[in-house]
């Protein structure tokens, strides 16, 4: 069974703040490791995209991923009102599939 | 969008009905995913495709078949819908390979069965 697991609670922060997001999961057969965006009725997009343990960076946002605690997080500095959408944790194993969190519902208040 | 459509987008049947889910890609990508995506559970895969005629089954497969007859169609099948069915439905595509894959999801069939 691929597990990932990711606290589904909402998440609501002023505008500006830093919003940290977190995925742990068990299988080591996860190979690479991905943030979606969501926005309400609306499909996934990707975000981020890595593959090894460090740090990767893109404008406002920062992935972080841990293959030795297998903990994977999301950092949104300078939080936008339009950053406001649900967060979701996917991983990766054979045939590309992807396994993933339950998502973070975000809200960034003016 | 990296050139996904879904068919339909939105859609409501009755108990015991068949239903079919269509999704169409536009840059002959090997790989396709069908995924569900309900409350409390987060996106679940149904199944995917690896090829022409070369499919096989996803975590909640059990009441869903699926077909791809060419490259760019990739079918989703519901024999005899249920309620328990009722979900949004995402069709996804995988490009590139090894360490440069990423998957793209299209918009989305909202199924409600009755």
């Known amino acids: 069974q691929k597990e990932v697991e990711q606290d589904p609670g909402p998440l609501s922060v002023p505008e500006g703040a830093i919003v940290s997001l977190n995925c742990t999961y068990s299988?080591?057969?996860?190979?690479?490791f991905m943030w979606y965006r969501q926005y309400s009725r609306k499909g996934p997009e990707l975000l981020m995209y890595?593959?090894?343990?460090g740090n990767k960076e893109d404008g406002r946002f920062t992935a972080q991923v841990d293959k030795s605690s297998k903990y994977i997080s999301l950092f949104i500095r300078d939080s936008q009102p339009s950053d406001s959408a649900t967060y979701l944790c996917a991983l990766s194993y054979g045939n590309n599939r992807l396994a993933f969190g339950k998502g973070n519902q975000v809200v960034v208040i003016p | 969008d990296a050139g996904i459509t879904q068919s339909p987008r939105h859609k409501v049947t009755e108990t015991g009905t068949p239903v079919t889910l269509r999704c169409h890609q536009t840059?002959?990508?090997?790989?396709m995913y069908w995924y569900r995506q309900d409350p409390g559970h987060g996106l679940r895969l149904i199944h995917y495709?690896?090829?022409?005629?070369?499919?096989d089954k996803g975590e909640v497969s059990d009441g869903y078949s699926v077909s791809r007859s060419k490259t760019e169609d990739f079918l989703l099948t519901l024999e005899s819908a249920t309620s328990s069915q009722t979900s949004v439905y995402f069709c996804?595509?995988?490009?590139?390979?090894?360490?440069?894959?990423?998957?793209?999801f299209g918009q989305g069939t909202r199924l409600t069965v009755v």
């Open positions: 495709s690896y090829g022409v005629k070369d499919t």
């Open positions: 890595t593959y090894s343990s």
């Open positions: 840059e002959n990508h090997r790989y």
């Open positions: 299988n080591s057969a996860f190979q690479y």
């Open positions: 996804a595509i995988s490009t590139g390979s090894g360490m440069n894959t990423e998957a793209f």
